[in-house]
């Protein structure tokens, strides 16, 4: 029988009624006459930084500009080292060299898929400045180690929490460890705009006013540059959607954990079908549901044939990515990553996500491992 189409990502009206609260904010912000920065991009920051319990946001352009003006800040430049993790969306990577830098791969955990400070430790050398963990997939790194090591060696730390709004270590949410941290809301991100967009996060006034700075030609005030700096300022409309949804982010997590959670209850002990883990002290706000097995590439046909949408995240470790050949890494550098990348499979999760679409994809999987065990 043929099962009803589940897009690995849909935008729903949840919680209900979000979508004319959004629409409502859009009209009014566009009757403001302000389409550059303002009052929506300053309280949409104040906001933030009272969301995420820290010191200031900086609203910019998008993820990939957050990450660059972060290190920028930070003060990395040519001939630095940023311990990077081998297994990324390549924004990470990118902004890395973007900023002059040179990137240095570390092993993920295998279980939590992130990057752990013991990995970190082994990348180190003189030139080292700053280390860059990601919250992989939803799932805070255990952050603890992170701020220990960086204080140790007199490195910078720099989180990358485009996947994780809201995720907390230790009762602290992600975005408030490192000294400058970079996120994005990218339509599909927990806290999602409806378009580009990204932040900033600092609990350091002057790393906050550099990123205000150079977010905006390194413009102090109008027509007095300081510093040499780049247009990436977090777009007026997208603010006031933002502002929306962000009231609605622990709402929105809530209902991407109580999916998450019936996956983990109703694909347990099949197979060889690994399901995520949570590290101790962390927790996962699942802006993806990673699972992994040796059968991913079949499993992802037949799911398609059901019509079930799926994705993976990511095919290729940056290692093995024909960019970054420069490094001088090869196949067989990062065991970890390269065994992720090669069975790693996301399955549908998204706010408003129906109890029917997902278990379309529970018995989809159930039925593909009656042949596949
Ligand atoms: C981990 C990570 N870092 C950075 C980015 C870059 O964000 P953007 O697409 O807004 O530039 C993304 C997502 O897109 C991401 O998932």
């Not at 949570?278 to 590439?297: K, L, M, Q």
Request: glycine share 8%.
């Amino acid at each position: 029988m043929l099962q009803p189409g589940v897009p690995f990502f849909a935008f729903r009206d949840f919680p209900e009624g979000i979508n004319r609260e959004v629409e409502q904010a859009l009209v009014q912000a566009a009757g403001g006459n302000q389409f550059i920065l303002g009052e929506e991009v300053e309280a949409f920051e104040q906001e933030l930084a009272k969301a995420l319990q820290t010191g200031i946001a900086v609203g910019v352009g998008n993820g990939y500009d957050a990450l660059v003006v972060a290190l920028k800040a930070a003060g990395v430049g040519p001939g630095d080292e940023v311990i990077v993790p081998a297994n990324t969306f390549i924004a990470t990577v990118n902004a890395v060299v973007q900023a002059g830098a040179i990137p240095v791969l570390a092993e993920p955990d295998l279980l939590t898929c992130n990057l752990t400070a013991v990995m970190a430790a082994a990348a180190i050398t003189e030139r080292t400045k700053a280390i860059l963990p990601v919250h992989l997939y939803g799932q805070a790194c255990q952050m603890d180690a992170f701020v220990q090591l960086s204080g140790e060696h007199n490195l910078i730390l720099i989180e990358d929490f485009a996947q994780a709004h809201g995720a907390c270590y230790v009762g602290k949410q992600v975005g408030c460890f490192g000294n400058i941290n970079a996120t994005s809301f990218y339509p599909t991100k927990n806290l999602g705009a409806l378009g580009d967009g990204g932040a900033v996060v600092t609990a350091d006034p002057e790393l906050a006013a550099f990123a205000r700075m150079y977010r905006n030609y390194g413009q102090e005030q109008k027509y007095h540059n300081r510093i040499i700096g780049i247009n990436s300022r977090l777009d007026t409309l997208q603010a006031a959607v933002l502002r929306v949804k962000l009231r609605h982010l622990p709402q929105l997590n809530q209902e991407r954990q109580r999916l998450a959670q019936l996956y983990l209850e109703e694909l347990q002990g099949i197979a060889d079908l690994a399901l995520p883990v949570t590290a101790p002290g962390s927790t996962h706000v699942y802006h993806i549901f990673h699972i992994r097995t040796r059968h991913r590439d079949t499993l992802q046909v037949w799911l398609a044939e059901q019509g079930i949408q799926t994705a993976v995240h990511y095919p290729v470790p940056v290692h093995l990515q024909e960019a970054y050949t420069y490094l001088g890494y090869r196949r067989g550098s990062f065991p970890v990553a390269e065994e992720l990348a090669d069975t790693s499979l996301s399955l549908p999760l998204f706010p408003g996500m129906t109890a029917a679409e997902q278990q379309a994809v529970i018995s989809s999987i159930h039925t593909f491992f009656r042949h596949h065990g």
